[in-house]
């Protein structure tokens, strides 16, 4: 790998993939770097991405083939796993894989083995934050990994796709471990503020005044979170942009927690609350709904309709 101009590849190009690659293709475009290659299972989602020069390749595997740093951004542990086995038919000696998906610590660890034993690195790096600060360069990435291989990517995340790396040592799993941590306060923030919401409605003090409480109260964070209630995004229109945080990934992660719980000894029963809630509103509104719309199953228990005025009509 030339450690001076490295060929840059990314693969994943999701609401939270699309954002990341395109900070990545400005910053390589502007700095003379070798232009990004990128692909996804439907490439033509990249399209926008050819504005800061990057190129297309018609899949992980020519992608692969192609770049000495590759990150990938993909949806769960099973395409995480496939895109290994693809990996893996290519001579992947000297290549740095990044993964900054949200998976099961044994499945980044399985991975990494995997890599190693072909000549390759493995970095797992799940980043926090939701889209909009993934297109604002704004993510905190959780690295764990070899040290010269995290060393390699740090010019590529600080200033460009992210605003700082925690560093989890050479352990893999670690990094896994505090995503899925840190979810489970995102998940259970969730839940406890949609309970109060209900509280709100339900027992006439409103939901508008709750929202400014929490907002001058607890900040930005908390308000956001509030605001996917008030503004009925925990039940997006089906003809418009996706949920900002899918159901579906959040049982994923809701259901990693849980199992890495009791294995370890440890007791997560807001986390079984709030998993109990987000299936209960995917039977009831299907998968097109926000993490958020454990709000939905609330309102149903208070005996009020899943959405509110805000929401599309369920």
Request: aromatic content about 8%; glycine content about 10%.
């Amino acid at each position: 790998m030339d450690s001076q101009k490295p060929t840059i590849g990314f693969y994943g190009l999701g609401s939270m993939g699309i954002g990341m690659a395109k900070n990545l293709a400005s910053h390589l475009k502007t700095t003379g770097g070798q232009p990004l290659k990128y692909s996804n299972r439907t490439v033509s989602k990249g399209d926008q991405l050819k504005d800061f020069g990057a190129v297309p390749e018609a899949g992980f595997t020519s992608l692969v083939k192609s770049c000495d740093i590759i990150f990938t951004m993909i949806s769960n542990d099973e395409v995480l796993n496939g895109l290994v086995q693809e990996a893996l038919t290519c001579d992947v000696k000297g290549k740095i894989i990044v993964d900054c998906s949200t998976v099961h610590p044994d499945t980044s660890a399985a991975a990494s083995d995997k890599l190693v034993a072909a000549g390759a690195q493995f970095l797992a790096s799940p980043v926090f934050g939701a889209s909009a600060m993934a297109a604002q360069g704004k993510l905190i990435f959780a690295v764990a990994g070899p040290e010269d291989a995290s060393k390699a990517i740090e010019p590529l995340v600080v200033g460009v796709m992210g605003k700082s790396i925690l560093q989890l040592g050479t352990d893999v799993k670690r990094s896994s471990l505090l995503k899925i941590t840190g979810n489970c306060m995102v998940i259970g923030m969730q839940e406890l503020i949609s309970e109060c919401h209900t509280f709100a409605e339900c027992s006439g003090l409103g939901t508008e005044i709750f929202h400014q409480f929490v907002t001058d109260m607890y900040g930005p964070t908390a308000s956001g979170y509030s605001a996917r209630c008030t503004t009925g995004s925990f039940a997006p229109p089906l003809d418009g942009p996706p949920p900002g945080f899918a159901i579906d990934l959040s049982i994923k992660d809701a259901k990693h927690a849980l199992n890495i719980a009791q294995k370890s000894g440890a007791f997560l029963p807001t986390m079984q609350a709030a998993l109990q809630n987000m299936l209960s509103a995917k039977a009831f509104a299907g998968p097109w709904l926000d993490s958020s719309a454990l709000y939905g199953t609330l309102r149903q228990w208070a005996g009020l309709p899943f959405g509110n005025a805000a929401s599309r009509a369920v």
